[in-house]
């Protein structure tokens, strides 16, 4: 199965940043890693939507992943809060994406040391959509019927998250664990339709 592999941000489009820390060049890192992990899979043919520091709107995403054939794509992003005591990791999918939330539970549960939270996109905060971001990115693919798992790794305003950042090889966990994830995500979905088929 394609999955695309969405390094959020680029461009113009700086997202957040602290210090030498910069959004879209560390999303961009870890889909290459990704990739290339996935590139040795025998179920999951990788898809890099977003290649070099390049500027795609959301709907120029999703409609790579559609010509691609992705059976799903996983965004990824890190965050940033006002509030330097928040951290972890987030995954947000479009309300009844269940999909989406089943590919991002499977990457996260893998990744070593990341508490996260699920969050529904469209979710209301005061009266208002909490996220409109995330709302934008995961209704783009949802509009074109590929299930999304939007994947906040960490916080680049919370010292130790960063702190994690710079550890060895933490890269390299987050690659692998979304390789590791989009495979049993895609043993998961298989063995559901084979089930359905006997």
């Not at 990744?111 to 959509?129: F, I, M, Q």
């Not at 939007?150 to 390789?179: N, Q, V």
Request: some cysteine; charged content about 20%; overall charge negative.
């Amino acid at each position: 199965m394609n999955i695309g592999l969405s390094a959020g941000h680029g461009g113009r489009n700086r997202g957040t940043h602290h210090g030498t820390l910069y959004e879209p060049d560390l999303t961009l890192d870890v889909a290459c890693r990704a990739s290339a992990l996935l590139s040795w899979s025998s179920l999951v043919e990788p898809v890099l939507i977003r290649q070099g520091d390049v500027h795609l709107t959301h709907e120029e995403r999703a409609g790579i992943a559609a010509r691609a054939g992705c059976g799903a794509v996983v965004e990824i992003h890190f965050n940033h809060n006002p509030d330097p005591s928040v951290g972890g990791g987030e995954l947000y999918t479009h309300r009844g994406d269940v999909a989406g939330f089943e590919l991002g539970r499977e990457i996260f549960n893998v990744l070593p040391g990341r508490e996260w939270v699920p969050k529904a996109s469209d979710a209301l905060w005061e009266g208002s959509v909490a996220c409109p971001g995330a709302l934008a990115v995961t209704k783009a693919y949802h509009d074109r019927g590929i299930p999304c798992a939007l994947l906040e790794l960490c916080y680049l305003s919370h010292s130790g998250d960063r702190y994690w950042l710079t550890e060895p090889g933490s890269f390299d966990k987050m690659a692998f664990s979304i390789f590791a994830g989009s495979e049993a995500w895609v043993k998961l979905i298989e063995e559901r339709a084979h089930e359905q088929r006997s």
